[in-house]
């Protein structure tokens, strides 16, 4: 009877301490302002037994923004793997040149220099007839995502993407104060041509915004406001191909290599000889995507594995979709529906994107128990990447993928709470007009909520 009534009390005691936790959690919901007019989604589940600790909103369909990538790379990696490599090569057939493209997103203009350089000695000094782009083996033509905003077309964290990356498909522009009238002077030192209409003025703080208009042509930026001190920024170019091919022009004349013809798109044939490689192991793109968050490596990289998934001669999204679907299915016994996901792009700046926060804490649960991948080593732990600054006093026991676009913040992935339970969580908040930071703080404390070891 005596051992009852101890099995009775300690059971007592967790049922109030759930209800005590749940009552907890909702409190830093409800009673933040966040509430009254944005939308609040939580999924909290046990990693072991797949069980809800739990749920507000969780079967709601919300933008997930870059907490997207969390379930985009797993398919990406584990068709890719550590051995996949994309190569930038130069072939000679017959005097021409072939610059066979692989889509390389960490591709620089010094990268490619050497590669000229290299192919320059390959041929003895002489130079090519005819220089040709094969992109057979790259990406389809396809420069950016269903549901992009077009006003977000000057944000450096969206580049453009295709066969023809360079650069980061981004150029440099520069404000500074002219010497002799004071006022504000807009650079562009890069060969691919920017034009710009300054309504700069100079004053005592900066305040001022700049945007692009296809009412003068596609690569037109207006400057408008006050400068005060010298700026430098990042545009993302318009047309990547327009963009290489400048850079490649340029790099030629460096080295004294004369060309006057046009770049025709060939195929490289199959005799022509290798002159020159440069490679990039797509694993070194991995961390980049999901500790940094960059949209343009997750977007060629999600084409790239749907190439190879289904080998196709073209990466395109539509691939990497089909390699994205049947990975969860086949791979992770999930079920993903449209009731459950909407996928539009790999990097979730679609506005078109739509997820429920209880098939990602699903996912993230069945990841973690896919041992093909060690997938939670590959994300942030606290004060790191895009969680610099969040977590600091935690960093060993969290890892995680945060999400923010205007009006939009997610955090998802694993927490080790203090009874060393690992635990799967979703955080989405969303239609808010207020700043960031507060949605980022509201997941801080659902967060540390969770951590504390207040849902069992």
Not at 383 to 404: H, M
Request: charged residues 25%; contains cysteine; hydrophobic residues 35%.
């Amino acid at each position: 009877m005596t051992k009852f009534i101890k099995v009775f009390f300690i059971f007592s005691l967790f049922l109030l301490g759930s209800n005590y936790v749940l009552a907890n959690i909702n409190n830093i919901i409800e009673n933040n302002y966040l509430f009254k007019t944005s939308t609040v989604a939580v999924s909290v589940k046990d990693v072991n037994t797949e069980a809800t600790l739990y749920k507000y909103n969780c079967e709601k369909l919300l933008h997930p923004a870059s907490t997207l990538k969390l379930l985009t790379m797993a398919p990406v990696i584990d068709t890719l793997g550590d051995n996949y490599i994309f190569k930038t090569e130069v072939f000679i057939d017959n005097n021409n040149w072939y610059i066979k493209l692989s889509g390389d997103p960490l591709l620089t203009s010094d990268n490619l220099n050497s590669i000229i350089k290299q192919t320059k000695k390959f041929a003895n000094g002489k130079n090519p007839n005819k220089i040709y782009i094969d992109t057979s083996n790259a990406l389809d033509e396809k420069t950016s995502g269903t549901g992009w905003m077009n006003d977000d077309n000057i944000n450096w964290f969206m580049p453009t993407f295709s066969s023809y990356n360079l650069d980061g498909n981004c150029v440099k522009v520069n404000i500074i104060i002219d010497e002799i009238s004071k006022q504000p002077k807009i650079t562009c030192n890069d060969v691919y041509n920017i034009n710009f209409i300054n309504n700069l003025t100079s004053d005592l703080k900066d305040d001022f915004n700049y945007y692009r208009s296809n009412l003068y042509s596609d690569d037109f930026i207006i400057f408008e406001g006050s400068i005060k001190n010298p700026k430098s920024i990042t545009v993302p170019v318009l047309n990547p191909k327009r963009h290489f091919i400048a850079k490649l022009d340029n790099i030629l004349k460096k080295n004294n290599i004369s060309y006057y013809n046009n770049y025709e798109i060939k195929k490289t044939p199959n005799n022509a000889k290798l002159a020159a490689c440069y490679e990039t192991p797509a694993e070194k793109l991995y961390p980049m995507v999901l500790k940094n968050s960059n949209n343009m490596l997750s977007e060629t990289l999600f084409k790239i594995a749907g190439k190879e998934k289904l080998k196709t001669k073209k990466g395109s999204f539509e691939d990497g979709k089909i390699a994205f679907y049947d990975f969860y299915i086949n791979k992770l016994n999930l079920n993903p529906n449209y009731r459950q996901i909407k996928l539009e792009d790999a990097s979730g700046l679609s506005r078109n994107n739509l997820v429920t926060v209880d098939f990602m804490t699903d996912a993230i649960i069945k990841l973690e128990k896919y041992k093909n991948l060690n997938y939670r080593n590959y994300l942030t732990r606290g004060n790191q990447g895009t969680l610099t600054n969040r977590f600091i006093d935690i960093r060993d026991n969290i890892w995680a993928k945060t999400g923010t676009l205007d009006g939009i913040s997610a955090l998802a992935g694993y927490i080790l709470d203090e009874n060393n339970n690992l635990i799967a969580f979703t955080i989405m908040i969303q239609n808010y007009t207020e700043n960031n930071k507060d949605a980022k703080k509201l997941e801080d404390e659902i967060v540390y909520a969770i951590y504390r070891g207040e849902i069992n």
